[in-house]
């Protein structure tokens, strides 16, 4: 699986935006998706996934109920939507594909990733 984020850019405190994951190669229904992050000098961490269907999602509990992750099987997209954004939010995000049965808030990882995009909120 073939992953391409887009989205990310520079926002003020309290602003929004809307991270988007192109998926290619394989049955993108076939996977369950989520998204990660990491900030400088900081470990890669958790922060929202969705099962293959979209009817099961989890998130991080830092960024719950700022954060909307959902799926469009038809265009082999998954989107997160970011509202209230804050400084802490600073940080790369990545994409990831994954066929675990685990899921990926337990394991802390998937199986395929994107190159990341750079999401900067000032203060």
């Known amino acids: 699986v073939q992953l391409v984020e887009s989205g990310g850019g520079l926002v003020q405190a309290g602003g929004s935006l809307r991270l988007s994951c192109a998926a290619s190669?394989?049955?993108?229904?076939?996977?369950?998706m989520g998204w990660f992050r990491q900030a400088p000098g900081k470990e890669r961490e958790f922060v929202a996934d969705?099962?293959?269907?979209?009817?099961?999602?989890y998130y991080a509990y830092s960024v719950k109920g700022r954060f909307t992750i959902s799926r469009d099987n038809a265009k082999n997209t998954v989107y997160l939507q970011m509202n209230s954004l804050k400084p802490e939010d600073t940080a790369v995000y990545y994409c990831a594909a994954s066929s675990s049965l685990v899921t990926m808030s337990k394991r802390g990882s998937g199986d395929y990733w994107g190159q990341g995009t750079q999401v900067t909120v000032s203060s």
């Open positions: 969705i099962n293959w269907s979209g009817g099961s999602t």
């Open positions: 190669g394989r049955t993108f229904s076939n996977y369950a």
